[in-house]
């Protein structure tokens, strides 16, 4: 290796979906990546904790697979798994605020994933349009009455994105959205023909998709995932603070002591979109499912998995 060679690019992607996740997760990743001095995208859920809902879908055998081969029970803890089953979740952003404005004023990206995550991720098939505007905009109030301005980037719940999706957020001066999985940064061809803001597609497996399948566990999970990064391709990986930032800490921290050797770079998604958005390849946006996640999830049209 030479020093003239460029560096792989990573756009590191933080889902935050809980309360847990946040009041634990995101300082033990605060300080982890501070000490790795790596920025990320942080996007965060702010309404109600309901992620427990998701119980009922062990009557599901796709669901029920990949609860058993991720070891969910002891990956995200009995309080993650049962929050807002048996009473009402408790509100994110309300309580935890303070670790939003932290992680911005520790120079991360703060961007807008949910209002209520279970809800979106469950309910987006049979929300009506209102419904989907309401989540979106509680959301958005949410946070920027915690960061004291609007956010300006987003990344709906559980890749679960449709035409309807794209055309609200066409209102609301986001500068990029990460909405679906594919393979390149685009902007998505709208229901009306015109095309919107653009997207930034994850296009790496997240642990919980590949972990327990075709031989990959903890041991070699960090070697696998490196061995997915193209420095000819955009690279963009999603962890979570409820994985990564608890259970899953130490084996993050290897994976950016790994990077620190080797000539790759994380960066925040914003410092991946190029400088004329115009020369951007306008696609639609489809749905279609994942490996290792249970039902649909938004693609990039004509994109094929980054595996």
Sequence with gaps: MTDSESPILVGLRVDVDTFRGTREGVPRLLELLGAAGVNASFFFTLGPDNMGRHLWRLLRPDFLIKVLRSKAASLYGWDILLRGTLWPGPQIGAQLGELMRAT?????????????????????????????????????????????????????????????????????????????????????????????????????????????RDGIDDHNYNDHLLTLLRPDALNVLTIHAEVEGMARAELFSEFLRLVSLRNIQLLPLRALLPADLTQLPVLPITAAPIAGREGWVAWQAGATPHV
């Design 104 to 212: 911005a004023n520790a120079g991360h990206e703060v961007g807008l994933h949910a209002w209520d995550h279970h809800a979106w991720q469950m309910r987006i098939d049979h929300m009506s349009e209102a419904a989907l505007r309401q989540a979106i905009v509680q959301g958005m109030q949410a946070l920027a009455a915690i960061l004291g301005q609007p956010p300006d980037c987003s990344a709906v719940a559980g890749w679960k994105c449709d035409d309807r999706v794209l055309r609200i957020k066409e209102e609301y001066g986001f500068v990029y959205n990460s909405d679906c999985r594919g393979q390149s940064i685009f902007r998505p061809l709208l229901d009306d023909g015109a095309p919107g803001i653009p997207q930034i597609p994850v296009t790496l497996p997240t642990y919980d998709e590949i972990i327990g």
